[in-house]
């Protein structure tokens, strides 16, 4: 079955540090891999994909993933956390295997707080 | 400006009662969804529609409905039989049958129960 995990409910770094956000997945193809950003009370924007190539990918904002299909993991990161990024955020993975409907599987989110 | 506009943004349901949480999008995405997201749970599927007329039930749909008339709308009404209907709820679309899309949300509906 298909699933997300992020492993980190919460996640705390300080300002000006490097910050990753984990993310692993389990489908039965080849994965289309998503993040996705919340603000308080707002619904979710997009970040960045993975669909395929290069492995390491960039995104909004100054952040990048790290598609790794061994460890089926798809790692969020950025290489200086801003207090602004504080946030939950979400993995996403739509599974290539060719259905009626192509289902987006969402992870549980990780809190962001970052520490001024 | 393109995008998803849900309201209300706060809904209040009485025992019993029955509520419309309306959605509506100018981006001419044929695909539209609604998610149910409570606190450490992430997003779960409620309905989706590829194209007008046509709509399929998600992971979570009891106690739900939903119509799609309009290519623009797709509102979900909350029913009497969902017994537990608190939760912020989260429309979206993408562009229908292409995978690498990503979808586009509202700003979501918070709905309590009084």
């Known amino acids: 079955a298909q699933s997300v995990a992020q492993p980190e409910d919460q996640v705390n770094v300080a300002e000006g540090n490097p910050l990753t956000v984990k993310c692993t997945y389990s489908?039965?193809?080849?994965?289309?891999l998503f993040w996705y950003v919340q603000y308080p009370n707002r619904g979710l924007q997009f970040l960045l994909k993975?669909?395929?190539?290069?492995?390491l990918v960039k995104g909004s904002y100054g952040f990048e993933a790290e598609f790794n299909k061994s460890q089926t993991s798809f790692h969020l990161k950025k290489p200086s956390a801003l207090v602004s990024d504080s946030a939950l955020y979400f993995c996403?993975?739509?599974?290539?295997?060719?259905?009626?409907?192509?289902?987006?599987?969402f992870g549980p989110g990780t809190s962001l707080s970052v520490i001024p | 400006d393109g995008g998803i506009t849900q309201s209300p943004k706060y809904l209040f349901r009485k025992e019993g009662q029955n509520v419309t949480l309306s959605c509506e999008q100018n981006?001419?995405?044929?695909?539209m969804y609604w998610y149910r997201q409570d606190p450490g749970q992430g997003l779960r599927l409620i309905y989706y529609?590829?194209?007008?007329?046509?709509?399929q039930k998600g992971d979570i749909a009891e106690g739900y409905s939903v119509s799609r008339e309009k290519k623009e709308s797709f509102p979900l009404t909350v029913t009497s039989a969902q017994k537990n209907p608190t939760a912020f709820y989260l429309c979206?679309?993408?562009?229908?049958?292409?995978?690498?899309?990503?979808?586009?949300f509202g700003s979501g509906t918070q709905l309590s129960v009084l």
């Open positions: 979206a679309s993408s562009i229908r049958g292409r995978r690498g899309e990503k979808l586009f």
């Open positions: 489908v039965s193809g080849n994965p289309y």
């Open positions: 993975y669909i395929t190539g290069d492995n």
């Open positions: 996403a993975v739509r599974d290539m295997v060719k259905t009626s409907y192509d289902k987006v599987i």
């Open positions: 981006l001419n995405h044929d695909a």
């Open positions: 529609s590829q194209i007008v007329n046509d709509f």
